[in-house]
């Protein structure tokens, strides 16, 4: 004798063999849920729980919306489910940022994503890992997650790290929003001063396509957004990228796969709308720009990026160093004109050269707030609005 009912999203088979009942569990799509309370023995119901995002990230199916309750969790977070484009699986912290993840020892990833259609969304992400999160699929969001300190670097590259990373090559359409990504590489054992630390990057992008808009990406060791590899066709807009040691935006291209197979480079890639301001670091024996241009190991960088309508002040080398091209209605030697930079209130003032400076083209549906891009018709530099 067999039966299957639904309940609250969770199919549940029971089979009855010789008068014992045997459950199992296999979710599908609607609202399932994970607490620190929880047990992944649970049905994933509000009433009963899974204790890890690992585990709901093995069994959900396109349509379900995981709630994370806040508190601590002590994992390293693994997904792998696919949602679809109709029906994408997102992981919410129900309350934003209360979801804290941090893994124990010295993973790879705090949290590694390779399902496609999935969303990550408002969680506080920390801990000694290489990576915060890592985007190894293809059209997945990273949205307005706080993503910061002691990524200290991979096992092979005790150098290198990130706190956001899109990181498969073959991997596409990723697209990192709204997010906060700060001091990632500052901790008890890491000093940005050292060049060998100048690859420890607040968000790196390694993939085709996607977006990089209105995050806020401040004192990370280096680069504030850096793209190589496989990057191209990427679209950089209204962020805010504010004393990274190494640099501000390297829009580059190199190493594997176009070392190895040949690539088209980086091409088609857009950056517009961004501030960066007060990048580099005196101490490196690089320079350390605003945005660049830069191509290596078998990289190219095509003839059909775009930059506009991005303000550049006070980074320690060119505020753009681009190949043959010019940062079109771009502002230099103009402080941007943050409400209060130490207590970190980087809203515009009233008198800012960043206020409807800006582009619609390519501009975002929402600032680093998740507030509706445009003041009266018109788009502010950077990735917030006016002081409100």
């Known amino acids: 004798m067999r039966g299957r009912v639904l309940i609250t999203g969770v199919f549940i088979a029971a089979v009855v063999l010789s008068g014992m009942c045997q459950l199992t569990f296999a979710a599908t799509s609607g609202d399932l849920y994970v607490s620190p309370q929880g047990n992944d023995k649970n049905d994933g119901s509000q009433a009963h729980p899974w204790a890890t995002i690992s585990h709901a990230g093995s069994v959900a199916a396109p349509g379900a919306r995981v709630h994370v309750a806040p508190g601590t969790y002590r994992e390293t977070v693994v997904t792998t489910a696919s949602g679809s484009p109709s029906a994408r699986i997102s992981y919410v912290s129900d309350k934003k940022w209360g979801a804290i993840i941090t893994p124990e020892g010295r993973p790879t990833f705090a949290w590694k994503n390779t399902g496609k259609y999935t969303d990550i969304i408002g969680f506080d992400i920390s801990g000694d890992s290489c990576v915060g999160i890592g985007l190894g699929g293809a059209f997945q969001t990273a949205q307005g997650n706080n993503v910061h300190n002691r990524a200290v670097g991979c096992n092979l590259d005790p150098a290198a790290g990130a706190g956001i990373d899109s990181y498969d090559y073959d991997g596409h359409d990723n697209d990192i929003l709204e997010n906060s990504i700060h001091d990632v590489g500052i901790g008890d054992n890491v000093h940005c001063g050292e060049a060998k630390y100048r690859f420890v990057h607040g968000i790196y992008v390694a993939t085709r396509g996607g977006r990089v808009s209105s995050n806020l990406v401040v004192d990370n060791c280096g680069y504030g957004i850096h793209l190589w590899h496989a990057a191209s066709h990427v679209t950089i807009t209204n962020n805010s990228v504010l004393r990274n040691r190494s640099g501000g935006i390297i829009v580059g291209s190199g190493d594997k796969p176009c070392s190895t197979t040949g690539c088209e480079g980086n091409d088609y890639t857009v950056v517009r709308n961004n501030i960066i301001a007060y990048n580099g670091n ?73 206020r409807t400076a800006g582009t619609t083209r390519d501009a975002p549906e929402r600032n680093y707030e998740g507030k509706k891009i445009t003041a009266s018709g018109q788009v502010h530099i950077g990735a917030f609005g006016e002081n409100q």
């Not at 506009?308 to 190949?323: K, M, P, R, V």
């Not at 043959?324 to 970190?344: A, L």
Request: proline share 5%.
């Open 282 to 354: 005196r101490n490196l024996t690089v320079p350390s720009h605003g945005i660049i241009e830069e191509a290596a190991s078998g990289g190219r960088i095509g003839s059909h990026n775009e930059y506009s309508n991005n303000l550049s002040y006070q980074n320690q080398g060119e505020d753009f160093l681009l190949h043959e091209k010019r940062c079109q209605n771009c502002i230099t030697g103009r402080d941007p004109g943050f409400v209060s930079i130490p207590t970190g209130d980087f809203h515009l003032r009233k008198d800012s050269p960043a």
